[in-house]
């Protein structure tokens, strides 16, 4: 069994042919958990439960095999954390929080050359729509207030290594 209690957030990505989910995981204290299917297998990715607070919006992606997933961390005053698995742990990309502040409605996508990207309803800039991606070691702004008003169901994707 996958998910043995409830789970909100869900998100599903298959790399070669592997299903991995991530979600807010009500088992572990709404918490970010990423599990992937093997051998008939639920496993989980690291620890059940990894996020600092309650994960919100959480997202998902399988890089080279190397699972990434984007979340709205409670603990973290709301703000958007992007963390990758690797070496056998969950480490924060960029080191501490992708958005200055609180980062509602999180999408996130990766190009095909593996630079994260986040779109979000930004709560410091007027609720617009802000992109960010990560490169040359650090989160960067590709833009604030980029919706006339506030941003709603907001979808993001990589489009000739471009946001979308």
């Known amino acids: 069994?996958?998910?043995?209690?409830?789970?909100?957030?869900?998100?599903?990505?298959?790399?070669?042919?592997?299903?991995?989910?991530?979600?807010?995981?009500?088992?572990?204290?709404?918490?970010?958990?990423?599990?992937?299917?093997?051998?008939?297998?639920?496993?989980?990715?690291?620890?059940?439960?990894?996020?600092?607070?309650?994960?919100?919006?959480?997202?998902?992606?399988?890089?080279?095999?190397?699972?990434?997933?984007?979340?709205r961390d409670f603990a973290d005053s709301n703000k958007a954390v992007v963390k990758r698995y690797i070496g056998g742990m969950w480490e924060t990309v960029g080191g501490a929080a992708a958005s200055p502040g609180a980062a509602y409605g999180l999408s996130f996508a990766m190009n095909a050359q593996g630079v994260p990207y986040i779109a979000f309803r930004d709560a410091l800039n007027g609720e617009k729509l802000t992109i960010r991606k990560y490169a040359s070691g650090a989160w960067q702004s590709l833009g604030t207030g980029l919706s006339a008003g506030v941003a709603s169901d907001i979808s993001m994707k990589i489009y000739n290594g471009e946001p979308m």
Request: with cysteine; hydrophobic share 35%.
């Open 1 to 71: 069994m996958c998910i043995r209690d409830r789970a909100d957030y869900c998100r599903i990505f298959v790399y070669n042919g592997v299903p991995y989910i991530a979600y807010s995981d009500w088992g572990a204290g709404k918490k970010a958990t990423v599990q992937r299917y093997v051998n008939n297998v639920w496993e989980y990715v690291g620890t059940q439960g990894f996020s600092e607070g309650i994960a919100y919006d959480v997202n998902l992606y399988v890089y080279n095999g190397i699972p990434y997933t984007a979340y």
